[in-house]
């Protein structure tokens, strides 16, 4: 199935690629351009208190490398550690971005682990839906929260993988599947992926796409990783929709002996 047959659908608009990145932590703009082209990536997330995106007219301006007629730009609340703060930072990508309301939201609990204070995220949540905002929300990965945000109006639930920037993949497929199957609303894995195989992983528990910035970014060749992650995202949604077969203990012939004539 081509991905043009197989979309994502976000707040009602359809994109092809199931590959979401990041723009933070590249050597220059430069090659934050030919990693996200690399990545095939349609959504990009940016950093509202780290990028700048006309906030300063005397910087480099991001959106002159990624420009909104190409890219869907996701403001993000990245180092909000207040439901307030949050508030604040998606109503200042809002009046930036010329009334754009998607947004992704993360209030995070501590500078340590990077963990969404999930009490925050919730009171967030409720004033930015409220406000009108298109939430795509960063939560940890309890199918409990993630359910109750869906029902909050949050048009996509970001669960993490693990840790932000830690790379050890998904730690607990046992949550991301409870959560897939419980969801009507896409799932974006967001946080914890280190390399390919990560991410088709992810990808084969069902989930609607990925974001990931410092496995990209982080790798000694940003760009070919890029290319990687792409194949691997769209490797993983092809084998689950393929249907894997089931996991045996012991073989199974590829060409079995009944009916043959020996």
Do not use: W
């Not at 959560?179 to 974006?188: S, T």
């Not at 982080?218 to 089931?246: C, H, T």
């Amino acid at each position: 199935m081509s991905q043009h047959n197989d979309p994502l659908i976000i707040a009602g608009v359809k994109y092809r690629s199931r590959l979401l990145t990041g723009t933070g932590k590249y050597r220059d703009l430069e090659e934050t351009r030919l990693a996200t082209e690399a990545a095939g990536a349609e959504i990009v997330t940016v950093a509202i208190r780290r990028s700048n995106i006309g906030q300063d007219p005397n910087e480099p301006n991001l959106l002159e490398v990624l420009p909104p007629d190409r890219y869907t730009i996701l403001p993000n609340t990245a180092g909000c550690y207040t439901a307030a703060d949050a508030v604040r930072t998606c109503r200042l990508a809002r009046e930036l971005l010329d009334g754009h309301d998607l947004v992704k939201l993360e209030v995070l609990g501590d500078d340590k682990t990077l963990y969404p204070d999930v009490t925050a995220t919730l009171e967030a949540t409720e004033i930015l839906v409220r406000e009108g905002f298109k939430v795509m929300v960063y939560t940890s990965d309890d199918p409990i929260l993630a359910k109750r945000l869906e029902e909050m109006g949050c048009v996509a639930v970001m669960p993490l993988a693990a840790p932000i920037g830690s790379g050890l993949g998904v730690q607990n497929p046992y949550n991301i599947l409870t959560i897939v199957e419980n969801a009507k609303v896409p799932i974006i894995v967001d946080a914890g992926v280190g390399t390919a195989s990560d991410a088709a992983m992810a990808m084969e528990l069902g989930v609607d796409g990925v974001l990931m910035n410092t496995a990209i970014a982080g790798a000694k060749n940003p760009v070919l990783m890029a290319s990687a992650m792409k194949k691997a995202v769209e490797a993983g949604r092809e084998a689950f929709l393929a249907g894997r077969i089931p996991r045996k203990r012991y073989a199974s012939a590829s060409s079995p002996i009944d009916g043959t004539f020996f």
